[in-house]
């Protein structure tokens, strides 16, 4: 209970203290980024991914990649629904579904960190695995600020959509790995 009480606390802190720093240079361009986490956006980005999976001869991605993104949106909404978390006071626009948690951190974090994993394992030199790590982490990072800038979520709202969507990547990148490790039973 108290710990629930200082998150909360913590919360409301954060979402003030962002709502007071607001500028309509930085509004524009949080709306922007915000946009790389949308729903809409991440499906156009997932469809074209999917085209070039199938071209590359990696056709077994897609249907992870898509697993994975269904799964976010499922669990997203039915913990939306079960928690019934109501938005920030002061939004630059209003949305209207419940705000924990995070859809495009839940996104973000999935469709980036696929979009990592898939680049770094087929890439040779170590520089350009980082590189890549470090963009995609960075993006999601911003989109998950972009949503607290713009009070349009709490800040434990993107942290629970930040981890939902971890859980559910790692858990697609091990049935990934697990399905290219051949299964034998040794006898005793």
Not at 3 to 19: G, K, P, T
Not at 38 to 58: D, Y
Not at 157 to 169: A, K, P, S, Y
Request: proline share 3%; hydrophobic share 55%; charged share 10%.
């Amino acid at each position: 209970m108290v710990s629930e009480i200082n998150l909360v606390s913590l919360d409301l802190r954060v979402a003030n203290f962002l709502a007071n720093v607001r500028s309509a240079g930085l509004i524009e361009v949080f709306l922007l980024i915000t946009l790389l986490g949308k729903l809409q956006i991440i499906f156009g980005l997932t469809v074209i991914a999917s085209i070039i999976f199938w071209f590359l001869k990696k056709r077994r991605y897609i249907i992870y990649f898509w697993s994975a993104l269904i799964s976010g949106g499922l669990f997203g909404y039915l913990l939306k629904l079960f928690v019934h978390r109501d938005r920030p006071a002061d939004p630059v626009y209003f949305e209207h579904s419940f705000s924990f948690p995070s859809g495009h951190a839940i996104f973000a974090m999935i469709f980036y960190g696929f979009l990592a994993y898939t680049l770094i394992s087929c890439m040779k030199i170590w520089w350009r695995k980082i590189s890549v790590f470090f963009i995609c982490f960075t993006i999601v990072l911003v989109v998950g600020f972009s949503r607290l800038y713009l009070g349009v979520h709490y800040m434990s709202d993107v942290f629970g959509g930040f981890l939902l969507g971890f859980l559910i990547l790692i858990t697609t990148i091990a049935l990934w790995v697990c399905r290219r490790i051949p299964y034998s039973v040794t006898n005793p």
